[in-house]
């Protein structure tokens, strides 16, 4: 989420130095390579192909995008996101000292590491911003794998590339790249905790593990690598899965957790701040291999899938099956099915229902309050809100401040989600009806200059203007300060991760047939048992149905449930 | 409200074991269907709507007359349940205003052997008696108020009359809102003849109205099986005159010409069809290859979905307690069994009053939503002797076993919003040790041999119909969604649609949301040219893909 405050009010913020949207000052130490200048070209492509990827579907699209406007409003905020991203209250407590931005911050305390971040946070962005071209997932959760970027040893360690350095792990083997092996130990530390918060993935891991159904299961990953991914990669070897992986965003790996891998027998090619020649031969290595063909894909932003599309046709021969989890990487695989050229299946986890939920409503239901509190400690009691956008997102920024007591005005577009709203209580407006009076403009659309320069101007002083949706382009970006902020909880990246993980079985395991050349969604069993693997975090008692009742409804009592047009 | 009826009650009990039985199949498929909870079976209908007229004004008086009407009318609709299979809400609302002026003084003639003439000398109608034609105006103009939407859509589209030729034979309950619907398909150049699909929702005056302004109209309160049917046929078979499209609620009036005039049905251009029965009934049509014109179905359009579950039983759950119980909901314990939107509902009002909630569920993902809204989710055995209030809305049967209710506490109501009688285990308390004693109108005490009771309410059946109202902007949603299925059918270029069940467009579930939004004086906003360029979407709709889940 980016958070942008009226000029007027926002001197204070401008002393901390806080780079405005549009002329980032390149000053961040890790990458010296400020593209800056590449954010406004960038963001309407990325915006534009976003919004392609399901025209008509300002929703699902927003979903998308909305999501990735939290978090990765698009590939060029991506960075921001996960550099803002600090161990949130819902992440235990155990992460809290591995700051999830990188900064270390070996004390527990939340306070101290907030602080820490904020400082982070604008020395990365501009040249993670720079590199948006490589990183296309934009749906929220996977990014999430930012939240805990490498922390300990990137300032201290030398400036060899690890592509000129010769490691080898404690056994011996020397196939992977990464920055530097010695950190293994810190990495697994990080791993044991993200797996104290995936429980799921771990009571898949326990379920599955003695009838290993990725037993000959050779995967090669394209995503971001941070502990939560780790415990998947992890998870999906406990199946019987041999992995190979690299990284699908220049920024985001998290080193010593890519040491850890690396050290653990996986062949990892990843580590923070790879150049764009960099990200291509890492994954040219993943799959590039002599004695090893890979069976399966998972990939986030399509960047795998594009490469071995384009280097190694003939490798698609015999891959079962690919999975894809962000927006862009699944738009790019509809566009290779309408054109008759996806060889092989491919399962959209992006669009399943558990997944959608929690990457729109429930996490932006609290990233709106915490991202304007973090920001500009606004109390919402009594404030007049007006939120742009009734969709997933729109609803759940609503629903939490309305709880908070303000008062909440909406705008659509798409008459059924302003009923919608109506009904919910919200007062239906035009943006121009009540831009004179509201205190705080919220944007969640998925279109662009939904607030231009003329509300702007009609603001009134001290108005706070944000967006939770699709990057820049749905606020005229004029003279407004652009901050930027908002966690991704790791229960989110663990529902993301485990509709990974059952999307590989689903695919490696269905029988001859199942699957055609096309792009699929989840099954609903598979997204029924999604949830179900996350019911035990809330010590929920899902019931059973009797044989009776099985039979009276006409279901197994198993699942699914649902058929398939069921909207929950 | 409070009548005990001894006789009716026992009759009640067995012609709902009927319903129960034979509504298995509906309710399978309902079960399997995004409104598995909305469906009534006749019997609730029946109950609920005479229980609360919508006619504001005149509350009061109406509900005394027709709570007597109630128990009287209730066996015989419940074994007349084989006719109405609508099981929808919303198809059932327009019994909420059953005639109340002029039943009880009228001749017991049937209307069949009456000849009866409109001012302009017609007498294609039967109906019960004409002159009650002011009465009835009196309840049309009413409804108009409510149903604003209709009223704007025939505005907006008298001009153009994209019905003009369009012959509509329709089967629904007849009411003041159904006059409204069909005056709208008038004005927008339909020409129509019309049925009752229940025997006992027809309100009189409002068939007479209808009658006197040309409206050919064959139905009456009460009619026998065989009236009912003749009344089916009387709309049909007419000389030089033809129907070229449908609009059924239930399913009978499509069965009835399919079976009698199957060169009749060939000339149709469309059905469209409201309630979930009717709906299976055409898959089943479809399935088997032998449905041969299009179809729409539009129970399952969103935005009659959303009013017919969430927002309806949102309201009425309240609405439904207060009136038979007067409980009061700060800090008591409720469970409630299913979190589909029925269940969604029903928490987010008990939770707003200040209620403890926790949540059954059978379906991980809809447990998940519940746990993520704030819910405990438990199984009911977990919280069964802590709770004061268990409402079901499952859809499933036995939810609530005897087992269950033995173990509740002193005080505890139980009810249920969902499927039918059975969800609660309600034939497991005639047992000769339990005392039952009805308090009031729909609350029966059962009592244990300790002295422990339970408040059961309204047998079981469906809540919200039996003891609440469906409001008539429910109605209006129902009734503007058909009114646009049945112009998009009949507009459809060739080809469209061929021999197939189709859901309505989403084009025009979002218009019928958009007629609607002028009641909250909601200021909907536009896209503009380079805003839909930049979003691929057309400015004008539809703005998501089917696939959407609001």
């Known amino acids: 989420m980016s958070v942008q405050v009226v000029a007027a009010k926002m001197a204070e913020v401008e002393l901390k130095d806080v780079p405005t949207g549009k002329d980032l000052p390149a000053e961040s130490p890790v990458t010296p390579t400020s593209e800056g200048k590449n954010l406004p070209r960038n963001d309407p492509h990325e915006a534009g192909s976003a919004a392609a990827a399901s025209p008509t579907a300002e929703p699902s699209a927003k979903a998308g995008e909305g999501g990735t406007g939290l978090l990765t409003p698009n590939p060029a905020k991506m960075p921001q996101a996960s550099s803002m991203k600090r161990s949130d209250p819902q992440q235990n407590g155990g992460e809290a000292f591995v700051n999830r931005d990188g900064t270390v911050a070996e004390a527990p305390r939340m306070k ?49 590339s690890p592509r000129d350095k010769q490691q080898k792990n404690s056994k011996g083997n020397g196939d992977f790249c990464i920055k530097n092996i010695k950190q293994a130990d810190f990495g697994r530390r990080e791993i044991e905790i993200a797996e104290q918060e995936m429980p799921a993935l771990m009571a898949l891991r326990k379920r599955a593990q003695g009838e290993k159904p990725l037993a000959g299961a050779k995967i090669v990953g394209c995503t971001h690598i941070t502990a939560q991914t780790a415990v998947l990669m992890e998870t999906l070897s406990a199946l019987g899965a041999q992995c190979r992986w690299a990284a699908c965003n220049i920024y985001s790996t998290q080193n010593e957790v890519a040491a850890a891998l690396a050290e653990g027998g996986f062949s990892v090619f990843a580590w923070k701040g790879e150049s764009e020649d960099d990200f291509w031969w890492c994954i040219d290595r993943c799959v590039n291999v002599e004695g090893w063909q890979p069976n399966m894909i998972l990939d986030d932003g399509g960047d795998l899938t594009h490469w071995i599309y384009k280097k190694y046709p003939s490798m698609f021969k015999k891959i ?52 304007l509190k973090r920001t500009t400690d606004v109390m919402f009691g009594g404030k007049q809100v007006v939120v742009c956008g009734y969709g997933e997102v729109g609803k759940g920024c609503c629903a939490a401040l309305k709880a908070m007591g303000s008062i909440v005005y909406v705008t659509e577009i798409d008459p059924i989600c302003a009923l919608q709203a109506c009904m919910d209580g919200f007062r239906l407006v035009k943006l121009t009806e009540v831009i004179r009076q509201v205190d705080i403009v919220i944007t969640c659309t998925g279109n662009k200059n939904v607030v231009v320069r003329e509300n702007l101007d009609r603001m009134k002083n001290g108005c706070i203007v944000c967006n939770m949706g699709h990057s820049n382009t749905e606020i005229d970006v004029g003279r407004l300060l652009n901050l930027s902020c908002s966690t991704v909880p790791t229960f989110v990246l663990s529902i993301t991760a485990t509709t990974q993980a059952l999307a590989l079985i689903e695919l490696y395991n269905a029988p001859e047939g199942r699957y055609k050349q096309d792009v699929y969604l989840l099954p609903k069993k598979m997204d029924e048992y999604v949830a179900s693997l996350h019911l035990p975090t809330f010590d929920a008692h899902l019931t059973e149905l009797s044989d009776e009742q099985a039979k009276y409804l006409g279901l197994n009592k198993n699942g699914p449930f649902k058929p398939n047009y069921y909207r929950y």
């Open 112 to 160: 101290k590491i907030q602080f820490a971040d904020q400082k982070q946070e604008f020395n990365k962005r501009p040249s993670k911003i720079g590199r948006r071209s490589l990183s296309r997932s934009i749906s929220q959760s996977s990014t999430d794998s930012y939240s805990s970027a490498a922390s300990y040893t990137d300032s201290s360690d030398d400036e060899t």
């Open 320 to 371: 079962k099956g690919i999975v894809e989890e962000s927006v862009t990487g699944v738009h790019r695989l509809y566009q290779l099915s309408k054109a008759g050229k996806l060889c092989v299946p491919a399962m959209n986890v992006n669009d399943s229902v558990t997944k959608q939920k929690f990457d729109n409503l429930y996490c932006c239901r609290e990233s709106i309050l915490d991202g």
